[in-house]
């Protein structure tokens, strides 16, 4: 690994606000605590802080030289609901939250490369360190879009790391396309006619309905989709009845689609549209159906080509040839990041976070980002930018 010696000593700085903001997990919109550390931190290097944007996200802006060029990194600061199973020191104090997807060390890594370029950074031009809250399914970095992001701070490119278990320690994975799925929800509520049990011939019974719904919505993916494009439909609940001796009057039932391409996500939503229709219909009741009704849905992430062999440089020169794995497996996770990447060219890359034995897998109560690779994270950031605004 080649990390410059003034980087390897930000280390323990950065293993402390890590630390710190695993211990004090805060969920979509409501960041403040760790906005404000990362804001008094910005402060103390000498970067200009801007706060408020989407409520909670905080945009550092560093300039040097003459230089109209300007790239802007991100990290996302929530945590998830999730109650937090593990028994270190630096356990999570707040009751059914954690930062179970590592993006603690998302925040460290970029505060450590904010102090590192304050200080000693050979470049020309202006670095945007953009912490924005709330990509676990509240789209935080759409709303940062919404209220101006890229008027306020008009970066010519966008990049983003994420974590990635099983992705080796001192190793980086990143390719041209599509890196992450789109992500979208769905609610279909069936509506019949509650009836005694005894006596399902005078109601409309949605329960029966809805399990032939659910293995119909089964069939979409091995039946209508190209088996040559990946796809997932998963029902995730089914609300209905609350005693032993009625049939309820609707049934409600929730789930997830994901997929890489426009054109599949369009035939998903159809499909299940059409399908909801029809079962209903057959079973002689209605459907509504709502899509994304508590969130936006995502864009499927997808890295620029040009961007993409920046960050391979940039990743090259930091962990080796050897450890910069350039075709990786897409994942079916999803991304607001996505919502960058259509305003601007980027590229979003994964930093292995090392095996997953033990419960280290994303979103897991027994996850913890690896303080390992904060120092590896930060010289990525720094290198990336001195490629980038050449001096
Ligand atoms: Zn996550
Ligand atoms: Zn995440």
Redesign the pocket.
């Known amino acids: 690994m080649n990390i410059a010696p003034e980087i390897l000593a930000l280390h323990a700085d950065m293993r402390h606000w890590r630390r710190q903001l695993h211990q004090y997990p805060e969920t979509a919109f409501e960041e403040t605590a760790t906005a404000q550390l990362i804001a008094e931190q910005l402060q103390q290097m000498g970067i200009e802080v801007h706060r408020g944007m989407a409520k909670t996200g905080v945009v550092g802006v560093l300039r040097r030289g003459n230089s109209t060029h300007s790239i802007a990194l991100r990290a996302d600061m929530d945590a ?1 609901f999730i109650q937090e199973q593990n028994h270190f020191a630096h356990v999570s104090c707040h009751h059914g939250k954690m930062h ?4 603690d060390g998302h925040c460290a890594m970029l505060l450590g490369a904010a102090h590192y370029l304050a200080q000693y950074g050979c470049f020309d031009g202006t670095v945007y360190f953009i912490f924005q809250p709330a ?2 399914a509240r789209a935080g970095a759409h709303q940062m879009i919404q209220e101006g992001l890229f008027e306020q701070f008009p970066a010519q490119q966008v990049f983003g790391m994420h974590n990635f278990p099983d992705v080796p320690v001192g190793h980086f994975a990143v390719k041209t396309g599509a890196m992450m799925a789109s992500f979208d929800c769905f609610e279909i509520t069936l509506n019949g006619q509650a009836t005694h049990a005894a006596m399902p011939h005078l109601g409309q019974d949605v329960l029966v309905a809805a399990a032939h719904l659910v293995t119909q919505l089964q069939t979409i993916v091995s039946r209508r989709i190209n088996p040559a494009d990946p796809a997932v439909v998963s029902v995730t609940q089914i609300h209905a009845g609350n005693t032993w001796n009625a049939l309820p009057d609707s049934a409600v039932l929730r789930g997830t689609y994901r997929s890489f391409k426009d054109s599949v996500r369009t035939q998903l939503e159809q499909s299940i549209q059409h399908l909801s229709r029809t079962v209903a219909d057959s079973f002689n009741m209605a459907a509504d159906i709502r899509f994304n009704p508590k969130n936006v849905g995502y864009p499927v992430t997808v890295n620029t080509p040009n961007e993409t062999a920046s960050a391979i440089r940039a990743a090259t020169a930091v962990a080796g040839s050897d450890c910069v794995n350039t075709n990786p497996t897409p994942s079916m ?1 999803a991304e607001d990041f996505a919502f960058m990447l259509q305003q601007k060219p980027g590229c979003y890359l994964w930093i292995g976070n090392g095996s997953s034995d033990g419960g280290c897998l ?2 897991n109560p027994n996850y913890d980002f690896n303080d390992d690779i904060l120092s590896l994270g930060a010289a990525y950031w720094v290198k990336l930018v001195e490629n980038e605004l050449l001096c």
Request: glycine fraction near 20%; include cysteine.
């Open positions: 998830l179970a997807c590592g993006h990509e676990e996770g994303l979103h």
